[in-house]
C-alpha cells in the first residue's frame, strides 16, 4: 500500500477525542494525539483533559497563566496525527474550483491562496511551511531520514527503542506485538550523524559493523579468481563470458526476491520475540537506522551463510559441468558486490545524473513506502511485477 500523508479530521471527531482513553489537541488546523503524554506532564493529565479536543494556541503561549518552553513543542510536534478542515476551511472547499488543492491538509500554494481570499487561513499552515508526514513512516522527505533523533524524546513518546542503550536485548525483551515492531520499525530514526548506535552493547559490536570498501577488497579477488578456475573448465571465452553474465541478469532478480520475498515479508513475520528479533537483525535496523554508514552493506559472515544456498543451488542445476555452475556463481556475486556498493553510495554520496535519479527511488523506499520500491540497482523488476514508486507528488506529497 502506498505511504499515505496524515489524515484530515472532521472538527466534530476532534472535540469528541477528550478522554484519558484518547485525547486530541489543536494548534491552528494541526492534530496531536497526545494520549500517551497525559502521565508525563508536569501539570498532571487532569490539566491537559480539560483542553481535550481544543484549540491550546493560547493556553500554550500564554506565558503569564502557563508558560511553555521550546521542549514542550518539539514534544508535541512528535504527537502529530493530522490535520482539522475546521468549518471556515469547509466553507472554502465548498466555494472552490479545485477543492483538492485545499483539502486534504495541509493545502498547496493554490489553496493556501483560496483560502486567504475566503477569510479562512487563520491558523492554517500550507504544504510550504508545515510538511505533510507520511503516516507509515512519520517523515516527510529523504533530507528527514539524516535529521538527528532526540534519544530520550523518542523513547519517552513512543515506547520502542532506547537509542542510547543496546538495542538487541531491548528488541529481545521487549514484549513488543508484531503490528506494533512493524510500525516503529519503519520509522526512520538519526544517530548521532550518521554514527552505529549500539546493537551488542559488548565485544560482538564490531561484528555488527562493515565499512563499504570491504565488500569489493573481500568479494572482487574471489570472483576474479572463481572466474579464472571456471575458465580452466569451458572451452571458449564466450562461454564463459555467458554463464558468468546468466549469473550476473540472475542476481538482479534475486536481489529483488530478497528483498521483497525476506527482508519485507512483513505479512508473515511470527508474532513472537524470535521472529522479530530475526527481522530486526536482518533488515528491520536498516529501516530503523537507514543513515547508519557501518550498517548499510552486509557484513561478509552474514554473506557467506546467505550465499551458501546459492552456491548449492547453482551446482545442482548446472550439475552438468562445475565449471560453468561456478561461472554462473561468480557472476552472481559480482552482482551482488556491485549492488551492497551502491546501497551505500545511494545513501551517503553524491552521483551521476542517473544515479540522482535511483537515490530518490531508493530513499522514497524509505521515506515515504516501505512496501513498494525493492529495487535498488535498478527499477526493472518492479516494473514488471507492478511495485514501481510512483514519484510523489510536489505539492502535496502524497
Known amino acids: 500500500m502506498p505511504?499515505?500523508?496524515l489524515p484530515t479530521f472532521l472538527q466534530a471527531d476532534v472535540e469528541s477525542r477528550n478522554?484519558?482513553?484518547?485525547?486530541?489537541?489543536t494548534v491552528g488546523t494541526n492534530v496531536y494525539d497526545i494520549t500517551p503524554f497525559l502521565d508525563d506532564h508536569p501539570g498532571g493529565g487532569d490539566l491537559i483533559l480539560e483542553y481535550g479536543g481544543k484549540d491550546v494556541a493560547v493556553i500554550m503561549g500564554n506565558e503569564i497563566s502557563h508558560s511553555h518552553s521550546e521542549a514542550a513543542y518539539e514534544i508535541l510536534d512528535d504527537h502529530l496525527v493530522g490535520f482539522v478542515a475546521n468549518d471556515s476551511v469547509l466553507?472554502?472547499?465548498?466555494?472552490?474550483?479545485?477543492?483538492?488543492?485545499?483539502?486534504?491538509?495541509?493545502?498547496?500554494?493554490?489553496?493556501?491562496?483560496e483560502l486567504r481570499l475566503n477569510g479562512a487561513?487563520?491558523?492554517?499552515?500550507?504544504?510550504?511551511?508545515?510538511?505533510?508526514?507520511?503516516?507509515s513512516t512519520g517523515v516527510a522527505s529523504a533530507e528527514d531520514l539524516s535529521v538527528e533523533t532526540d534519544a530520550s524524546s523518542d523513547y519517552r513518546t513512543h515506547q520502542f527503542l532506547d537509542l542510547k542503550r543496546p538495542l538487541l536485548m531491548q528488541v529481545w525483551n521487549g514484549g513488543f506485538s508484531k503490528d506494533f515492531y512493524l510500525e516503529q520499525v519503519h520509522r526512520p530514526r538519526h544517530y548521532k550523524g550518521g554514527e552505529s548506535a549500539p546493537l551488542f552493547g559488548n565485544f560482538l559490536e564490531p561484528l555488527s559493523k562493515t565499512a563499504w570498501w570491504v565488500i569489493p577488497m573481500v568479494w572482487l579477488p574471489l570472483v576474479a579468481y572463481g572466474t579464472f578456475v571456471?575458465?580452466?573448465?569451458?572451452?571458449?571465452?564466450?562461454?564463459?563470458?555467458?554463464?558468468?553474465?546468466l549469473g550476473l541478469c540472475l542476481w538482479t532478480l534475486l536481489e529483488y526476491g530478497l528483498h521483497r520475498g525476506l527482508f519485507h515479508a512483513d505479512k508473515?513475520?511470527?508474532?513472537?520475540?524470535?521472529?522479530i528479533t530475526l527481522h530486526f537483525l536482518l533488515h528491520g535496523i536498516h529501516h530503523y537506522l537507514p543513515m547508519d554508514k557501518l550498517r548499510l552493506v552486509m557484513p561478509p559472515t552474514l554473506f557467506v551463510v546467505l550465499a551458501t544456498p546459492f552456491w548449492k543451488l547453482a551446482h545442482f542445476l548446472f550439475a552438468y559441468n562445475w565449471h560453468a555452475a561456478t561461472a554462473v556463481f561468480c557472476g552472481g556475486v559480482f552482482g551482488y558486490t556491485c549492488y551492497d556498493m551502491t546501497h551505500y553510495f545511494l545513501?551517503?554520496?553524491?552521483?551521476p545524473s542517473y544515479y540522482r535519479e535511483l537515490k530518490k527511488y531508493h530513499l522514497q523506499h524509505h521515506f515515504a513506502d516501505y512496501e513498494n520500491g525493492f529495487g535498488v540497482t535498478s527499477r526493472f523488476w518492479d516494473r514488471v511485477f507492478g511495485t514501481e514508486l510512483a514519484p510523489p507528488k510536489a505539492a502535496k506529497a502524497a
Not at 98 to 106: A, N, S
Not at 230 to 245: E, I, K, P
Not at 347 to 351: E, I, P, V, W
Request: aromatic share 6%; net charge positive; with cysteine.
Open 3 to 5: 505511504g499515505r500523508i
Open 19 to 25: 478522554t484519558a482513553k484518547s485525547c486530541y489537541v
Open 91 to 113: 466553507n472554502a472547499v465548498t466555494k472552490s474550483q479545485k477543492p483538492t488543492e485545499i483539502v486534504p491538509l495541509p493545502p498547496s500554494d493554490e489553496g493556501m491562496e
Open 121 to 135: 487561513s487563520n491558523g492554517v499552515a500550507n504544504s510550504v511551511t508545515s510538511k505533510p508526514v507520511y503516516m
Open 230 to 245: 571456471a575458465r580452466t573448465g569451458l572451452s571458449t571465452s564466450t562461454q564463459l563470458a555467458s554463464y558468468w553474465l
Open 268 to 275: 508473515y513475520l511470527p508474532d513472537n520475540r524470535v521472529g
Open 347 to 351: 545513501h551517503h554520496r553524491t552521483l
